[in-house]
């Protein structure tokens, strides 16, 4: 197996909310090696975004943090833009509107990589190539607004790419966008990773696009893990009830067919306070009493495992 | 199709946007019989957004006729126009930007009782109590501010406030692209529901193919303004034939198919 | 409602100057049984130094007339004119915005022209002007006043309106059926009105130092004490008795601090709240 790149031991994160403080994620334990390709995935509330935002230490001032976080491969605090590259979900906000896009992308290589403005330009016009801009040089000069979303989404990926970060860590990159530009960003996404032996990071609320670029695919649930294995095993024979759900709903709509989708029964579950026992016992079909009195514990390793009374590991 | 004629009329719409190059929408004719589902699916930039909001007028189209319920909904004006409206009504693709941040969300859904006259002040509080139940919420929520809400629970509220003028057409613009998978299900599942109870017909404007199979009967395809194919959904989707259907189809990803379960047993 | 107010009573330095300001109001509105000395009655000896005599605790002006009535009275000039012209500005300010906004076209062009026309004259000196025109009454510093900034708020005003008028909630209550009556004055003036609300606070404040300034040049009502005047005599022995003018000076000051302070309070409580993501 390559190298440990990350490592996360019972991560808990606290964010304020209003007057009282919130738990986002409640004890996350996750590893990922070098070249690996991750994705996190969850709805809204599952601690996904938090998650993300520890590792890269971009979590606000007020927030509790408690666990482990490590850089095993690094050895030393990672620093964004040269170690960690980050793509954000809004491709209109994540690129400052004021500077041409080259020299958002060479400024990463000169605070990075120490090189002259001169060559970081054309080092930035070899990226805009990769990514699939249409005639960089004249566009090198282009401030975010004359592209289009998808366009810019691509320019994102190459600031984030431009210094060779050993991972990258990209939070919904596709939400924002239709299904054609999707795909091509998605397969673009794959060709890089591959290419550089960039480790992903990729947080979704999509199975498909999980399942389209991720080696591993671990599950969260109100702040827990629940599941993780990986993703051709996952989204052929889930374990965890939450996820046989999402993969029941996702398949409805896959086909054409009359009658209602799958549906997963109650309301998400709210952020406050303790939680007694499963969290997803309250929604879940296979719920039984030991359910709602005693949390499952995650049974399995790091990488492959399963946390739920019911199933198996 | 009913025999007063097809609900939705669209003949020859067309409007370009003051210097651009290319038209927004081009050429445009559909009709849409009562309760049936049309999907309006195309990539962001075919036009589909627009031709939406030309439907409802909230845009002025260059060209066109827009005839609804046998109306012309272009020739008329002020209170004919408003209440014309009523039958016609636009559910927006971000529930948070379509509900005023400074107002209760249940004032905004009472907004059409008041303003159309059809429940007198008293009955109001009970007619937004009973909208808000019909679309799964509890009545309670009324209270709240949108940004108080989960983003399910504001899609419902504009879908109440869609419904407080008991529509015959709704317009829905993306209306589950912000939502997760499960809520996705939610929703849809109770436009279906509606659907059954109320007889509703609408037009569902989106990119997403799953979306568009769960809830139509027949499917339009938008590109560069023009409408490139239609047909049944479920055949079009299967054997695409245009371009850009083609193009819709091959970007969807689809899931590795499914291996029988183990049992699981608490 | 409630929760803006909660907000706001988070702010501490907001809700300490809105204390200032409220108990600052009540003394000037209770001023003749607070302290019932006539500001104009020469009622001791000149120049009486501040806390030496219990009769006159901050002491007296040239001519013996007592500074703690003078003051008090000044606050209720300062203080009413100054709202009144904030309120007349904000007032004709928000209807000129409005209309251009919601008209645009023709009527947007002309009626920015006019607002270009008041605002390339410094607003002080067109105070000052309509002042002197119109003669040095209360009434006529508060017109002088308002016309002279009610450029600000009718500009902020069209550019929200404009701004709001894209949004999706303005569209849906049209779809809706909302007449635009019902849409310029439930939807789009609620949401319009907050930052320039939060103008309120510095327009306020503008108007107590614009008008202090006129009756410091003697262009107000001679007659009635205010903050201005007193600093403008007190020029005149400013070397050996300093407070004539400090002390008329620092209840400027403050009140001006605290009118800024609790415009700001306001503003951010007032502000929507963004959803989580």
Redesign the interface.
Known sequence: MSALLLELRGLAVSLP?GRRCVPALRGLDLELRSGERLALLG??GSGK?TALLAIVGLLPEEARIEGLRRFPLLGREPVPGRDLGLVLQDPFASLNPVLSVGEQIAEVLVAHRGARWSEARRAAVVLLERVGIADPERRLDDPPHRF??GQRQRIAIAVAIAAGPRLLLADEPT?A????????I?DLLDGLVREQGTALLLVT?????A??IADRIAVLYAGRLVESAPA?RL?????H?YT????A?????????AG?????AGP?PEPAGRIQGCAFAPRCP???D??RRERPLWRGDARDGVAC????P | MSPAGPLLEVEGLAKRWPGAAAAAVSDVSFTLAESERVALVGASGSGKTTLARLIVRLIEPDRGVVRFAGRDLLALSGEPLRRLRAGLQLVFQDPLAALDPRRRVGRQVADPLRVHGLVPRADRPAAVAALFARVGLDPALAERFPHELSGGQRQRVAIARALACRPRLLLLDEPVAQLDVSVKAQILNLLDRLRREEGLAWLLITHDLGAARAASDRILVMAEGRIVEEGQTAAVLAAPRAPATRALVAAELRLPPPEPAPRLSP | MSDALVRFARNRAALLAAFLLATLALAAALAPHLWPIDPEAVDGPPLLRPFTDPAHPLGTDRLGRDLLARLLFGARLSLVVALAAAFASLLLGSAVGLAAGLAGGRVDELLMRVTDAFQTVPGFLLALAFVSVLGPEAESVVLAIAASSWTGPARLVRAEILSLARRDFVLAAVVAGLPPVEIAWRVLLPNALPPVLAYAGANIASAVLVESALSFLGLADPNRASWGAMIAEGRAVLVREPWLSILPGLALLSTVLAVNLVGEGLDEALAPRRARP
Request: aromatic share 0%.
């Open positions: 909310l709805e809204s975004s289009s979303g939400s966008l239709d299904t054609v530009v999707q795909a091509q998605l609320h999509d199975l498909a696009v399942g389209r051709g989204l052929r024979t889930p374990r009830p046989r759900a999402l993969l709903t996702a398949r409805d709509l896959e086909r054409a067919g209602p989708l799958a549906e997963i998400p296979l719920a039984v030991r359910c009374h019911a199933a198996e």
